[in-house]
Nanobody
């Protein structure tokens, strides 16, 4: 298993920015790594993922153009740069990882077997 530790959450006003970091115990080619989020009463949803082999990225529609996922293999870390934050972005954000291609089902939480503890993002409007 890959152990994951998130950081960078906090409270910001709408329109502000946050940068989330996920430190992994290992960072290998052939993994799909990224971020899910869950707000109280809502479904857990995939936010963005990135292929460690090819750098291919996937985003949920509501964050396209606002969020950017990236990775730094040397630091065993991937990031989520969140700009133009809005109240609907308020959620617990979880770092995720799994071996294999991200693929068309990247947004299904059941496909990931490595989860961080979560970091809270709160956006006030």
């Amino acid at each position: 298993q890959v152990r994951l530790v998130e950081s960078g959450g906090g409270s910001v006003q709408a329109g502000g920015s946050l940068r989330l970091s996920c430190l992994a115990s290992e960072y290998r080619a052939g993994y799909c790594m990224g971020w899910f989020r869950q707000a109280p009463g809502n479904e857990r949803e995939g936010v963005a993922v990135i292929s460690t082999s090819f750098g291919a990225t996937y985003y949920m529609e509501s964050v396209k153009g606002r969020f950017t996922i990236s990775q730094d293999h040397a630091e065993n870390t991937h990031y989520l740069q969140m700009d133009s934050l809005q109240a609907d972005d308020t959620a617990m954000y979880y770092c995720v990882a799994r071996q294999g291609k991200c693929g068309s089902s990247w947004w299904r939480p059941e496909n990931y077997n490595n989860w961080g503890q979560g970091t809270q993002v709160t956006v006030s409007s």
